[in-house]
């Protein structure tokens, strides 16, 4: 079993910036990549970011290119999310998922297996 929780969430203003975090913990080893996604209200699952476990490289989805910046600690079995200059349309559910099938930053959902609980981000305008 691999638990994951995410941490980091909150009230933020426009132009603000978060850091999301996601605790690994349990089976935690042999997996390639850790993704991050996020829900808004009424809309699909999408795809954020992902960081290979091993190497550290990473992929991001267009809409956050330039803002965000995924990172982790092997030694603390955590992935981290910043979140820059955050706008409005950023407000979401934004859950981590270990993947552990599909090409590296696969936005396809079922290319994870175990994912957090979600932590709520809100950006006002």
């Known amino acids: 079993q691999v638990q994951l929780v995410e941490s980091g969430g909150g009230l933020v203003q426009a132009g603000g910036s978060l850091r999301l975090s996601c605790a690994a913990s349990?089976?935690?080893?042999?997996?390639?990549?850790m993704g991050w996604f996020r829900q808004a209200p009424g809309k699909e699952r999408e795809f954020v970011a992902a960081i290979r476990w091993s190497i550290g490289s990473t992929y991001y989805a267009d809409s956050v290119k330039g803002r965000f910046t995924v990172s982790r600690d092997t030694a603390k079995n955590t992935v981290y999310l910043q979140m820059n200059s955050l706008k409005p349309e950023d407000t979401a559910v934004y859950f981590c998922a270990r993947q552990i099938s599909g090409a590296f930053g696969s936005s396809w959902q079922r290319s994870y297996d175990y994912w957090g609980q979600g932590t709520q981000v809100t950006v006002s305008s």
């Open positions: 349990g089976r935690t080893f042999n997996y390639d990549a």
